[in-house]
């Protein structure tokens, strides 16, 4: 900073009437500019006008050389140079241009941070467009005057640490003349300067090189060999083609802040151990202070770096001090088992001090007096060099001392160690004296914890009329008015209305032993209305007569709102519960049943409503995972399952509705439907399932019988149709011919038609009325064959048939087959009326086998059953056909014919 006194008055003199004009300018908006010298009026301003606002600094730049000026400068500061060089145009006050040269240096606080700008600008006339040498300006004036008024040391460095430019106050540092350091190479004067230490001063190429600026600290030797801790700054400035011109460096000294800030992190350090000291009084019984005295002496000891910490008590006779607690230093011998029972005699002068509540302190034990004969037998006995006693007293009478030694070396104790030291024994005095009087300690506790609480709550004192005669700074604060102003006010001037009448009643409770009232009410603040609660403990005098009453009161406007909002919550809760109660008796009524499942194998129930009892579960079952949801699905139903809860995940789908079959807990199988929905999270990943299920059984089973009823009708619709057309429509053929081959066709037209009646009446008379036993179907339909084809002959019919049942649209033309092939076989394969025909159906996985064999003639080898001109055989192959299956013939032994299928 530049600092213009009285005694500079010569040189800002000399400023003014030279060419250099002394600026000095914020980087923020405009440059306001806090300082600018006389002579700006060359320019044709007055230093009024920039002072007062009335012009910046940005104004009076060429406006087609301002961004660049500005530009430039703003990346000077963003690369934290120390200074830099610009070359523009000012207009001026008549509007002429002016070409000026600006060297400035940029201002940082202790932070960092960019606090302004200063420097010099010179107007460059055509006659002076050759500039010299800039390593040779920095000699000139306005760098002694600038640099030369600040304490900070400022030199300039060219390469090879040859000195550029440096100010008065590094001169100073090394104890050399400024002059002859200028412009020399540091390793020529480097022997002539010591014991001052020249590391610190010299650069280094990769600063030429590397262009960075470097902030060090470092502890340096003066000329007069002290050393000092020095902020050092070297920042490259470049030219105007950004090469580095040379180093401009820096040091601030900081010895002091730097010891200051010790000093205060060990007074800090010292203030928290009296502290912990204090906080562990609080809560130490009598049966555990000797553990709290020897911890206290452990840390006070080896923060002061003493030799001994130890703690005399006067006995009870107040004759003899006994060595009660005792820590000393690795290395120091104790001496608690030898410092039993010293009479007082032997130490009078030291206990005549005590008693006058000084500390005793002796740097030097060497410089005690020649008559103290008892204190220097004490002193050479235990091998002191220095010594510091503190009275503790008890009933403003000295019980004992808290004493430290040094057996090396003399010491003088500091002043705040002494201080803090009074706390401690006094801290230790309150402990013994809660060994003495129980009552007396809790006072005391109590008077400590309301100091220190008091120091966050909001106090304040009135008298008996009801004046404020105290107020804390927190009171007035949220006051809003200064301390001042408040007392003498009464103390209802401040309480809200309302509570005016309610807060008298209660301060008329301090009239009352124990002399203390609760308080609540609220005040008026700057914030509104808040309450507050607290106790109010009266003043008194010595005759017991209330002096003043204090109240401690601490604000409680949001425990006053969560009280407000708890009792609405729950009333709020109670409603909730009450229609919890209320749902859940509903549901567990009803016979729908809640769940929730996370997405895990086997679909782990978190939680399902009681009623899930009606299938013989608890809820228990479930949640303690002894049964998964999974373990209660039908197996055949339970793919279908997986696969419904996967096509919704993958096509994101909000849920679905299936119905499957359970097992209830004694294993009978019901019916459910459920309705689930999915829940998903921010990934869009299904993270677990809510729905309801209910019992369908009874539902599915009146369904079926429905089904039956409808599937009856149809079966008894079509039989009656069907068989009363053909029925007719044979008997009016039949009675027109007596041939017996058209007879025959008749016959076989018949036995067609009752294949299919057959089919309906088994379909009738089966269970579920939608699927036909096939080998009851295959006994009847070859019985009929028997009766209408084999009289008078012996021809036997072998059935082997696998239980199987077949939908109505599959065994109507099986049967028709088996009719057409066996009916053949009776008619033409045995000749001489004796033969076997053998019937085989066999159920395999997804397919069925019908094999019709006899034992006769065989067909003729000629023949080709697949194109034959026989009606019966076109069926078949027809047929075959239109239940998708194949056709085998066999002719190695008779007839046989193998047919291969599946269901329709």
């Not at 677990?688 to 019988?705: M, P, V, W």
């Not at 002959?793 to 696998?802: K, T, W």
Request: proline share 2%; aromatic share 10%.
């Amino acid at each position: 900073m530049i600092n213009i006194t009285s005694d500079s008055k010569n040189e800002m003199e000399h400023l003014n009437n030279s060419p250099f004009i002394l600026i000095k300018w914020r980087t923020v908006d405009e440059w306001p500019v806090d300082f600018v010298s006389e002579n700006i009026t060359r320019f044709g301003y007055n230093v009024k006008d920039f002072t007062t606002g009335y012009l910046n600094y940005t104004d009076i730049i060429c406006s087609e050389d301002r961004n660049r000026v500005k530009s430039a400068v703003f990346q000077y500061c963003r690369n934290k140079a120390e200074s830099f060089s610009l070359r523009y145009r000012i207009v001026s006050g008549s509007g002429q241009f002016h070409l000026v040269e600006k060297k400035a240096h940029i201002m940082y606080d202790s932070y960092g941070s960019i606090t302004g700008i200063q420097g010099i600008i010179t107007e460059i006339k055509p006659s002076d467009t050759e500039i010299s040498d800039t390593r040779h300006k920095r000699k000139e004036e306005p760098f002694e005057f600038l640099s030369d008024h600040i304490d900070t040391q400022v030199w300039y460095l060219e390469k090879e640490n040859k000195y550029g430019a440096v100010n008065q106050a590094h001169a100073d540092f090394l104890g050399f003349p400024k002059k002859e350091l200028e412009y020399r190479y540091i390793d020529e004067i480097e022997n002539t300067i010591e014991p001052a230490s020249t590391d610190f001063i010299k650069g280094s190429n990769r600063l030429f090189s590397n262009k960075i600026r470097v902030k060090t600290q470092n502890w340096v030797q003066n000329k007069k060999g002290e050393y000092r801790l020095l902020s050092i700054t070297k920042s490259p400035k470049l030219d105007e083609n950004g090469n580095v011109e040379c180093i401009v460096c820096s040091a601030d000294d900081i010895t002091d802040q730097k010891k200051a800030e010790i000093a205060l992190k060990k007074r800090d350090d010292f203030k928290n151990i009296v502290l912990e000291i204090m906080a562990k009084s609080f809560i130490s019984d009598n049966e555990r202070t000797d553990t709290l005295f020897q911890q206290a002496l452990s840390q006070i000891g080896m923060f002061l770096r003493a030799d001994r910490c130890y703690i005399y008590m006067l006995s009870d006779s107040g004759a003899f001090l006994n060595n009660t607690n005792e820590w000393f230093a690795e290395g120091v011998d104790s001496q608690i088992k030898s410092l039993q029972n010293i009479p007082l005699s032997s130490v009078r002068n030291f206990w005549g001090h005590l008693t006058t509540f000084k500390e005793v302190s002796l740097p030097d034990t060497d410089q005690l007096p020649s008559d103290a004969i008892g204190e220097q037998e004490y002193i050479s006995f235990q091998k002191i060099k220095s010594l510091l006693w503190l009275p503790i007293t008890i009933k403003n009478q000295v019980a004992g001392v808290l004493g430290i030694d040094s057996v090396y070396m003399p010491r003088r104790w500091k002043r705040e160690e002494v201080t803090d030291l009074r706390l401690v024994a006094d801290i230790i005095s309150g402990i013994i004296a809660r060994r003495i009087s129980d009552k007396k300690l809790k006072k005391s506790e109590e008077r400590i914890r309301g100091i220190l609480e008091s120091q966050k709550d909001f106090i304040f004192r009135i008298n008996t009329k009801g004046d404020l005669t105290y107020v804390n700074d927190a009171m007035c604060k949220i006051l809003g008015s200064k301390r001042k102003n408040l007392l003498g006010q009464k103390i209802t001037s401040i309480i809200y209305e309302k509570d005016r009448n309610k807060l008298i009643q209660e301060l008329e409770g301090i009239y009352i032993l124990p002399y203390r009232t609760e308080i609540e009410h609220r005040i008026k603040t700057i914030y509104g209305l808040r309450w507050f609660e607290g106790e109010c403990y009266a003043i008194r005098n010595e005759n017991n007569e209330i002096l003043e009453i204090q109240a401690v009161t601490r604000d409680i406007t949001n425990k006053k709102l969560s009280e407000r909002a708890l009792k609405l919550y729950a009333k709020e809760l109670e409603k909730s519960n009450k229609i919890k109660q209320e749902m859940e008796e509903v549901v567990n009524s009803s016979p729908v049943v809640i769940f929730k499942w996370i997405m895990e194998k086997g679909r782990q129930i978190r939680f399902v409503s009681d009623n899930i009892e009606q299938f013989g579960y608890t809820a228990e079952d479930f949640i303690s995972k002894k049964v998964m949801f999974n373990d209660i699905i039908h197996p055949d139903d339970l793919q279908d399952s997986y696969r419904r809860i996967k096509e919704c995940i993958d096509e994101n789908q909000t849920g679905y509705t299936a119905e499957y079959r359970i097992f209830t807990k004694d294993k009978k199988i019901r019916w459910i439907v459920e309705k689930t929905f999915m829940r998903y999270d921010q990934k869009k990943s299904a993270t677990y399932l809510q729905g309801i299920i209910f019992d369908i059984t009874d539902r599915k089973r009146l369904s079926e019988a429905r089904k039956k009823e409808i599937l009856l009708k149809e079966v008894h619709h079509r039989v009656k149709n069907n068989l009363q057309v053909i029925a007719s429509l044979l008997n009016l053929q039949s009675r027109n011919f007596k041939d017996k081959q058209i007879q025959a066709a008749f016959r076989d037209s018949q036995s067609r038609v009752r294949s299919m009646a057959l089919a309906h009446e088994e379909l009738y008379e089966s269970k579920d009325l939608a699927t036909i036993d096939i080998a009851d179907y295959i006994q009847n339909l070859t019985n009929y064959l028997l009766s209408l084809y084999s009289l008078n002959r012996n021809i036997d019919i072998s059935i082997n048939a696998d239980n199987a049942y077949l939908n109505v649209d599959t065994t109507v033309p099986l049967g028709l087959i088996l009719n057409e092939l066996a009916s053949n076989s009776l008619k033409y394969a045995f000749p001489d009326g004796n033969g076997l025909i053998s019937i085989v159906f066999k159920n395999y996985t997804n397919q069925y086998h019908l094999e019709v064999h006899d034992n006769g003639v065989g067909l003729p080898e000629d023949i080709d059953f697949k194109n034959t001109k026989s009606l019966g055989l076109k069926i078949v192959n027809m047929l075959v056909e239109q239940i998708s299956g194949t056709i085998e013939l066999d002719q190695t032994e008779g007839t046989k014919y193998v047919i291969r299928f599946k269901e329709i």
